[in-house]
């Protein structure tokens, strides 16, 4: 089983930047794909970025593209993603999620859906303050 650990999450102005990692132990081969995602209070999860570990491609939600970036490790089995010019709008708590590309295909519209995700971390706040 793999296992997600995301740590960076914080209180922060508009404005700020934070950068969250997702370090994956346990099975690191079933982490080809790795995404985030957040939820904010009364809302579904939102896919945020992801990005598939055979390729530079990176995949963005249009509410975050230009001011977040995801990138990874593969040494390290971790997973970064940078924000930028945080808005109160990104409070949620985000999370790190992963699967293999040998149980669902890497195109975008797979690597967009939370249920494609096959392993999740616990969730790091990240509350944006106007």
């Known amino acids: 089983q793999v296992q997600l650990v995301e740590s960076g999450g914080g209180l922060v102005q508009a404005g700020a930047s934070l950068r969250l990692s997702c370090a994956a132990s346990?099975?690191?081969?079933?982490?080809?794909?790795m995404g985030w995602f957040r939820q904010a209070p009364g809302k579904e999860r939102e896919f945020v970025a992801a990005m598939y570990r055979g390729s530079d491609n990176t995949y963005y939600a249009d509410a975050v593209k230009g001011r977040f970036t995801i990138s990874r490790d593969n040494a390290k089995n971790t997973v970064y993603l940078q924000m930028n010019s945080l808005k109160s709008e990104d409070t949620a708590v985000y999370y790190c999620a992963a699967y293999s590309a040998l149980r669902r295909w890497t195109v975008p519209a797979i690597m967009k859906s939370p249920t494609s995700y096959d392993y999740w971390g616990q969730g790091t706040q990240v509350t944006v303050s106007s």
């Open positions: 346990r099975g690191t081969f079933n982490t080809d794909v």
